[in-house]
């Protein structure tokens, strides 16, 4: 159904462009017509596309503050403690919230088993957490901070930011109830 509906405001545009064309009679006056009927829906696109590299590469990346060595494992207040985090190479132990307040601590133990401990205390020097940007924003702007739990210095983030697009873009993927991805960091 919104297929339909964004053919007919293509075809309702065009039917204006065209009205508008037949009244103008000087062949640069079509030209600027056309011109600009190309660029009410695109120009902001573009400018967008071209603001999003700037911020890139101005906040975007992996920003490295500060390196630590030997660190046995952390805590990630948004994440439940995985599996995935602990083995060989990787880390130890990892803490997270199990539920609102409730933290628990899921270990490796030296025989290769796993060792969950329900309602502790987070025991953890370093921290990670994830920010995510608000959805509302044209320029989304996500973090993934690495910081000192004592202190809150942050030791490195990751920031990415995504484009929702131009206002036409932003208008098509309204209909669908999606937030639009016209580009991301690199």
């Known amino acids: ?20 064309l037949k009244r103008v009679k000087p062949y640069w006056g079509k030209a600027l017509v056309i011109v ?25 990346g992996l920003h490295i503050y ?6 046995k494992g952390f805590e990630s207040p948004s994440i439940r403690p995985d ?16 539920s609102p307040g409730k933290y628990s601590r899921l ?21 990670y957490k994830y920010k995510p940007g608000n959805l509302k924003d044209i320029y989304l ?5 690495i910081y000192v739990r004592a202190t809150g210095e942050v030791l490195g983030r990751y920031v990415n930011i995504s484009y929702a697009g131009g206002w ?7 209909l669908y109830a999606a937030r639009g991805n016209s580009g991301v960091c690199e």
Request: aromatic fraction near 12%; include cysteine.
């Open 141 to 145: 702007r996500d973090e993934k901070l």
């Open 107 to 127: 270990s490796l133990r030296p025989d290769g088993t796993y060792l969950r401990e329900v309602d502790i205390t987070p025991m953890s020097e370093y921290a």
């Open 36 to 60: 600009i009927a190309l660029l009410i829906p695109t120009a902001d696109a573009m400018y967008g596309r071209h603001k999003l590299k700037r911020l890139c590469a101005q906040e975007g």
């Open 83 to 98: 599996k995935g985090w602990l083995g060989i190479g990787k880390y130890q132990f990892m803490e997270g919230e199990d």
């Open 168 to 174: 036409l873009e932003r208008a098509i993927n309204g």
């Open 66 to 71: 500060r390196v630590v060595e030997g660190v």
């Open 1 to 20: 159904m919104a297929a339909l509906l964004i053919f007919f405001l293509a075809w309702l545009y065009y039917r204006v462009v065209r009205k508008v």
